[in-house]
């Protein structure tokens, strides 16, 4: 089983930027495709952006494409969300998630494609 830890999330003004960390124990980190979703209050969790296990691909969702950019390092076990031009939407918990299954990044946009969840770290981007 995977434990998954996220870092990063604050209070930062619209248009600003926050970088989130995810760091991972327990199981082989570099074989899993891992994700970013987020919920609002009063909202469904949705999806934001996932990585390949290799790195090669990513995905995001089209209300963060060209402004967050998800990437991994495997040497130290962390996926990162760097999120730029904030707008108070983007306001919400930011959940780390590892696929269900190794060496495959089937269907990344569903959440019920991974099996493991971080706690969550709080974004409040303020107007």
């Known amino acids: 089983q995977v434990q998954l830890v996220e870092s990063g999330g604050g209070l930062v003004q619209a248009g600003g930027s926050l970088r989130l960390s995810c760091a991972a124990s327990g199981r082989t980190f570099s074989t899993y495709t891992k994700g970013w979703f987020r919920q609002a209050p009063g909202k469904e969790r949705e999806f934001v952006a996932a990585?390949?296990?290799?790195?090669?691909?990513?995905y995001y969702a089209d209300s963060v494409k060209g402004r967050f950019t998800i990437s991994r390092d495997n040497a130290k076990n962390t996926v990162y969300l760097q999120m730029n031009s904030l707008k108070p939407e983007d306001t919400a918990v930011y959940y780390c998630?590892?696929?269900?299954?190794?060496?495959?990044?089937?269907?990344?946009?569903?959440?019920?494609?991974?099996?493991?969840w971080g706690q969550g770290t709080q974004v409040t981007v303020s107007s």
């Open positions: 998630a590892e696929h269900i299954y190794d060496h495959s990044d089937y269907v990344v946009s569903l959440d019920t494609s991974f099996g493991s």
């Open positions: 990585i390949s296990w290799s790195g090669t691909s990513t």
